[in-house]
């Protein structure tokens, strides 16, 4: 799954490309404002301004979008410079507007940081960098360089210098932060989107893995009957084969069971069998088949059994889910890649909760990451061995996330620390400091037993496909 991510995330570079409608009705969105500001500054506020160069500043507003219109199809998405040269156009067309209108006395210029917001939203850091130095260019050219307002009777209307030097500050920190703050937010609904694609690739992936377990499983319960049966009439022809009587009948029988398997086979090709007796297992079962990946990799893997209460020493029986055992797999992949020599695996449960505890003896979580762990994409763990040693991780965050969401999905509580080996004595304990990592269930989420999840038992079913 891993080499998928970068043509994930080069899909996505793609698919964010804005439609060239968006930006058309945004910008009539603004022609129809302009041209509101200007009426109404004539008519009820009796400005002197420059009335032609005004409209004639907007008009081209409106042959800009006229053109785009009649030119581009409506399904038409911008690349990287068509976007920036779009929203470059408005930033200088309402700069003009503002030169002919005050500059930083007109209140309007807040509007300036408009564009530079469509930018940190929609293309590249490049793009806004650029952009926003533009922008702050104009804001400062504005608030020396501009035609003075005034109305009909010669009342020039200006603010006090204070006043212009605040509101150019004022711009200047609002068009960063809102900057900055657009796209932080964009890059991590970007990152949540990518990863969540990724944990729906994973997740489609493990339900195949387990239909096809279900099938294998299936298949040699349906088969055991007839195959015993043809094992147990060889091995009476091969004793009636001394005298040569009763050839016939064996030899019926044998056509009969392999004709039996073959419609068996048969029926499991066309659709497969879902076993239900597989979709339940004991807790430390599935916690040995979701580790079982991770055994031949040098690392020691220990599963413990702790039973809170005596009436049940044996592990719960939990419904079989594929979030479970990819989500329990990832963790448990985390510590084998991270640990020295060992991982342990502790399984605990009591009549209202199912914990399992992995430990590893490595170096541990950075302790200024532990809050952001299950984000995606998140730097990697702090580790003194080279990458070539620890194969199949990628050092994104993604593999915590992925699990960390797979089993949220199952009523899962996560949580990570640090802390000495509780299964080391104290002597060894105080030689290193690994990651801890405690996943809780309520015990009805999981535990095939309860009513809302008790099995049906009767015939397999076909699988519905």
């Given at each position: ?5 970068p043509?994930?995330l ?13 930006l058309?009705?945004l910008?009539?969105?603004a022609?129809v ?6 009426l ?22 409106v ?6 219109i ?14 920036r ?7 200088l ?10 500059g930083?006395?007109?209140p ?11 930018s940190?939203?929609?293309?590249s ?22 035609l003075?307002?005034?109305?009909n ?7 006090p ?9 004022a711009?200047?920190?609002a ?8 796209r932080?937010?964009?890059d ?7 990863a ?6 994973a ?10 377990g ?10 055991g009957?007839p ?13 009636e084969l ?17 004709d ?7 029926s499991m ?5 879902d ?5 339940q ?7 040995s ?10 690392k ?8 809170q ?13 594929p979030?479970f055992?990819?989500?329990m797999r990832n963790?448990i ?25 992995i ?5 541990g ?10 984000d995606?994409?998140?730097p ?20 915590l996330f992925?699990?960390?969401?797979l ?5 899962a ?9 509780p ?12 990651a ?15 009513s ?14």
């Amino acid at each position: 799954m891993s080499e998928q991510i970068p043509s994930l995330l080069s899909d996505r570079n793609r698919s964010n490309r804005i439609k060239l409608r968006t930006l058309i009705l945004l910008r009539w969105v603004a022609v129809v404002g302009q041209l509101t500001a200007i009426l109404v500054s004539l008519r009820f506020y009796d400005l002197k301004l420059e009335l032609g160069f005004c409209l004639l500043t907007v008009g081209i507003s409106v042959i800009a979008n006229l053109i785009a219109i009649f030119i581009f199809p409506e399904n038409k998405r911008l690349s990287e410079t068509e976007n920036r040269m779009t929203v470059l156009f408005d930033l200088l067309q309402l700069s003009v507007l503002l030169y002919l209108t005050g500059g930083l006395h007109n209140p309007f210029a807040i509007l300036v940081i408009a564009p530079v917001i469509v930018s940190a939203t929609s293309m590249s850091l490049r793009s806004t960098v650029l952009l926003g130095a533009l922008a702050v260019v104009i804001i400062s050219a504005l608030a020396k360089y501009h035609l003075v307002l005034q109305t009909n009777n010669g009342t020039i209307l200006r603010l006090p210098d204070v006043f212009v030097f605040g509101n150019w500050v004022a711009l200047i920190i609002a068009l960063v932060f809102v900057s900055v703050y657009s796209r932080r937010i964009t890059d991590e609904i970007h990152a949540m989107s990518d990863a969540l694609a990724a944990t729906q690739m994973a997740l489609s992936r493990e339900q195949k893995l387990t239909d096809l377990g279900g099938v294998v499983a299936a298949a040699a319960h349906e088969l055991g009957t007839p195959l015993a049966t043809i094992k147990l009439t060889s091995a009476e022809l091969m004793d009636e084969l001394e005298d040569r009587q009763d050839l016939l009948e064996d030899a019926q029988l044998i056509h009969q069971q392999a004709d039996r398997c073959r419609d068996i086979l048969r029926s499991m090709g066309r659709a497969g069998k879902d076993d239900l007796h597989m979709r339940q297992a004991p807790l430390t079962t599935m916690i040995s088949d979701a580790a079982d990946p991770h055994r031949g990799r040098g690392k020691q893997i220990y599963i413990e059994e702790h039973p809170q209460f005596e009436e049940q020493s044996h592990p719960p029986s939990i419904l079989r889910l594929p979030e479970f055992i990819h989500g329990m797999r990832n963790l448990i992949q985390n510590a084998v890649d991270f640990a020295e020599t060992t991982v342990w695996i502790e399984v605990s449960w009591t009549e209202q909760q199912i914990t399992v505890l992995i430990v590893d003896d490595g170096e541990g979580f950075p302790p200024q990451l532990i809050g952001r762990i299950g984000d995606p994409f998140m730097p990697r763990r702090r580790s003194d061995k080279p990458l070539d040693k620890r194969p199949a991780y990628e050092g994104m965050g993604l593999g915590l996330f992925i699990a960390k969401t797979l089993l949220e999905r199952t009523g899962a509580e996560l949580n990570f620390a640090n802390g000495s080996n509780p299964f080391l004595s104290v002597a060894d304990a105080n030689h290193g400091h690994g990651a801890i990592v405690e996943v809780t269930w309520p015990r009805s989420k999981l535990d095939a037993t309860v009513s809302g999840n008790r099995i049906p038992q009767g015939q397999n079913m076909p699988i519905e496909v």
